[in-house]
């Protein structure tokens, strides 16, 4: 977070646990988007393995949608290999669902919707 908030000068808007994903989060304010710092909270979970496997850097990239359900049939229909069949709850109140990324180009790609104000 440092590189973030004191080299680059951007935001902290507020740090939170997902349990069912092991990890921390941290969300930095750019503009009108959103840096998503994670970090493992035990060494099983798939950040931790990520960490291990690949080193610290961009772990995947998110694009806020109206509805989740509807980008995942409309990925699958275009033939993309689905992570979630269905959307699950993830941070800073959205549901959230991920593309394989072998279908991406190798970047792990993540649909959210908000749900909460």
């Excluded at 503009?31 to 931790?48: H, K, N, Q």
């Excluded at 993830?90 to 104000?117: N, S």
């Amino acid at each position: 977070m440092p590189v973030y908030t004191g080299g680059i000068g951007l935001k902290f808007l507020h740090e939170e646990i997902v349990e069912d994903q092991q990890a921390r989060l941290a969300f930095i304010e750019v503009g009108e988007s959103l840096i998503e710092l994670l970090e493992p909270t035990c060494p099983e979970s798939p950040v931790a393995k990520f960490l291990e496997k690949k080193g610290p850097g961009i772990h995947h990239i998110a694009y806020a949608v109206p509805d989740v359900v509807e980008a995942l049939a409309t990925a699958k229909a275009a033939g993309y290999r689905l992570i979630d069949e269905v959307p699950r709850k993830g941070g800073h109140g959205k549901l959230i669902a991920f593309l394989h990324p072998k279908d991406t180009h190798g970047v792990l790609t993540e649909f959210c919707q908000r749900i909460e104000d």
